[in-house]
């Protein structure tokens, strides 16, 4: 018995632990690499937003009441159903959302990691005893917000979304869960169906695809008093501004623009391998991905050469028909974006080392050699597989180059002096560092978030960051007898 079955979901979101029809009608699940047809899925609108907010509230109550051992139970069983039923989670990740299996297997890992770490969250410290100037007992405690909305993109759903979902179920909260519309059955329903199983109450996470008029019902909605958004900077922004109008609070998770720098004294051999990950993963759909590879003037043409070369020896094609390094682009808008920024480039002035070229939704890994620092392509978040590449002359203009961006998400430097490396971090905006890796890194125990335009800090990973993340911090303090005041 398939723990997805699109006989059971078609057409119809979650609420109250019900499948039941959306206000927002049903679309398409659309596989990227073959265009073919994989379920109907349910949308939601504003009074579904509305009507799930009200069974979350109702439902969360009981739930942090239960004993922490109970909460706990929850989410380690979920982490053991993730592993059981991966091989099935994977195939959806791979057709519904492109991934290559490599990638959706990771996916997975960090998912289950996720859950395992959520569960540890019942039984933290949440609060500590505090000093006071009057004879009582004074504390701090956290308690759970109440409900919590997240609002998860296409491109890693599954991670992107439990990093939330998780750790704010575990510390007492409901959840609702706001999909990409693309990818809403990796990105939802497999999430649904693992946490009934794992013996959720109903109404705990309440499942409400939709567009953006749904993310802004979900953001103002009162009951709603903590959101965790991830996407691009332009929504996030959105999302923000809103929030504030109604005293939200948003954690955002938003775009990047990564920077990889190669010093002088780099093995431009293990750069290019770290900088083919970084760049080419997953069709370079990562917020983390590697855009500006900032290379010593030294090593420029042997690293330029070398990439190319190893970008032109990928394959390109359908992931789940056979072994391919990259699968398609989400769909034609993303793909016509991406081909635009690099022709730009190339108009401006550019060097196309390798690719620029597609073929329906398979796009070329493609090596931009020299762009102008104001080509969009090198400037802007491009979430496709394109490499820019510029050269510098002294570790003070490596440094002026990578900080020289709205971005601050995830930095890369790679140098056989560890310490230099670390040094330049320093003086770089950024919410991740790796001396000698590349940029795209995901542990379910560390801080993730960027700066910037890269979002709000790190509010996932790690047992402090999600606690802040989804609790609320109240004072109260104990008298052994009422206090006398002079009035």
Known sequence: MPLIDPEVFAGRIHIDGEWVPGGGGEIASVEPATGETLAMVGMADADDVARAAEGAARAQKEWAAMPHPARAA?????????????????????????????????????????????????????????????????????????????????????????????????????????????????????????????GLPAGLLQLVPGG???????????????????????????????????????????????????????????????????????????????????????????????LAAKADSMHVGDPAAGQVHLGPLIDEVQRDRVHTLVQDA????????????????????????????????????????????????????AVALAADTEYGLSLGIVTADALAGYEMATRIPSGIVHVNDQTVNDEANAPFGGVGASGTGSRHGGAQANIDAFTETRWITLRREPGQYPL
């Open 74 to 198: 929850v989410l380690r069983k979920a982490a053991q159903l993730w592993e059981a039923h991966a091989e099935e989670i994977m195939g959806w990740n791979v057709r519904e959302v492109g991934a290559i299996p490599p990638l959706a297997g990771f996916a997975l890992h960090v998912t289950a990691a996720e859950c395992y770490e959520a569960s540890s969250l019942p039984s933290a410290p949440l609060g500590s005893i505090l000093s006071s100037e009057e004879p009582r007992l004074s504390l701090a405690q956290q308690i759970p917000v109440g409900v919590v909305g997240v609002i998860s993109p296409f491109n890693v759903p599954l991670i992107l979304g439990i990093r939330a979902v998780a750790p704010a179920l575990a510390l007492g909260n409901a959840v609702l869960l706001k999909p990409d519309p693309r990818t809403v059955i990796t990105g939802g329903v497999s999430m649904v169906r693992i946490f009934e199983e794992a």
């Open 212 to 306: 953006a008029e749904v993310g802004e019902a979900m953001v103002a909605d009162p009951r709603v008093r903590v959101v965790a958004f991830t996407g691009s900077t332009r929504a996030g922004r959105a999302v923000g501004e809103l929030a504030g109008r109604h005293l939200t609070r948003a954690h955002l998770e938003l775009g990047g623009n990564s920077a990889f720098i190669v010093r002088h004294d780099a093995d431009v051999d293990k750069a290019v391998n770290l900088a083919t990950w970084g760049a080419f993963l997953h069709q370079g759909q990562i917020c983390m991905t590697v855009g500006r590879h900032i290379v010593h003037e030294s090593l420029f043409d042997q690293y330029v050469g070398k």
């Open 346 to 397: 190339v108009a401006q002035g550019a060097t196309l080392a390798a690719g620029g070229t597609y073929e329906q939704l398979f796009y070329r890994p493609t090596v931009l050699a020299n762009p102008p620092k104001d080509a969009a392509a090198y400037c802007d978040e491009v979430f496709g597989p394109v490499a820019s590449v510029v050269s510098f002359a002294t570790d003070d203009e």
